[in-house]
């Protein structure tokens, strides 16, 4: 990686972000200040620290990119970037709890930044947590970060969550826009759900929101291709049954069909850690890790993946 590739993802990570209701995939940079002015404040040591450690991030070598934030961290242990800098790092080594306390310092730091926010609830929900018990600590009297956090859970297909939150944010043209997309979305989701053909038959017939129930649920999307609002119903399913890996792999087909591969990823390769014996599903698994890391453009790990997958199966 060279020196503009560092500076510009540096750039991405420590900038204010604003995010209109047109930018739902990439955030934008909205300040005009470069990296390299932020770095002038900071020691020699500081910027060969933070770019190595961006560098190694960069590569996927995780552990030596934290034990380089870390002697940032000690350098200044009130700069907010190198906290949110911890906390994707950690969330991508799925030390949660390790990267909770990291995430929410740079939130609180910066309650506006949506960057910032989209962490914070990953890492919560990594975790089954829900935003809603962690009210009191966090600025829900920063109408932005309401507006944000909607913008998260619309992005996430978490379209009922998104409109709760619009209902108690100040109206501006931004919440206008946003609420009309999101009654969309759950009307769409709706009519995904209902055409998914799922029947609860005298052999399958559960409880509402047993495992039976979600797994005949996302059968049915699987088999008519209705992947609208498979990622939600997967999603839901995972907060009841956060150790089963089909409801994994389900959220991973959803994303990768609704290209968000880095989304597939994290949800696939979760699936993994809780994958014991089954073969077909660890093929299936694979297969789509392989779609989703080449859809990122690196066959290194799409051909280990696809290595990994076994006839007969």
Not at 262 to 279: F, K
Not at 282 to 288: H, L, R
């Amino acid at each position: 990686m060279n020196i503009s590739s560092i500076i510009s993802t540096f750039f991405w990570g420590m900038l204010f972000v604003s995010i209109t209701i047109n930018a739902q995939e990439t955030p934008e940079v909205a300040e005009n200040q470069s990296a390299e002015v932020f770095l002038d404040d900071y020691s020699d040591d500081f910027q060969e620290k933070f770019f190595e450690a961006l560098k190694q991030k960069g590569i996927e070598n995780y552990d030596r990119a934290i034990n380089l934030m870390l002697v940032c961290k000690q350098l200044d242990d009130k700069n907010y970037v190198v906290d949110h800098e911890l906390a994707q790092l950690y969330l991508k080594e799925k030390q949660y709890a390790v990267a909770e306390p990291y995430a929410l310092t740079a939130l609180l730091a910066e309650p506006e930044n949506l960057w910032y926010t989209n962490t914070y609830v990953e890492i919560l929900q990594k975790q089954q947590k829900s935003v809603e018990g962690y009210k009191a600590q966090l600025p829900f009297d920063n109408a932005k970060f309401k507006e944000n956090l909607a913008l998260v859970y619309y992005r996430k297909g978490r379209a009922k969550a998104a409109q709760s939150i619009l209902k108690e944010t100040p109206e501006s043209s931004f919440t206008q826009q946003l609420s009309v997309k999101v009654e969309d979305l759950i009307a769409a989701q709706e009519a995904a759900i209902k055409s998914s053909s799922f029947t609860v038959t005298n052999e399958s017939r559960a409880e509402s929101g047993s495992f039976e129930q979600y797994k005949a649920r996302i059968q049915g999307m699987l088999r008519t291709n209705n992947f609208l609002a498979l990622d939600q119903v997967a999603g839901e399913a995972l907060e009841s049954y956060p150790s089963q890996p089909y409801f994994y792999y389900a959220q991973g087909y959803a994303f990768n069909k609704k290209a968000k591969p880095r989304d597939a990823i994290e949800a696939l390769e979760t699936g993994l850690d809780y994958l014991v014996g089954d073969i077909a599903l660890a093929n299936k698994i694979y297969q789509e890790l392989a779609d989703a890391y080449n859809s990122v453009n690196n066959s290194v790990k799409a051909n280990m993946y696809l290595r990994k997958i076994k006839p007969g199966f």
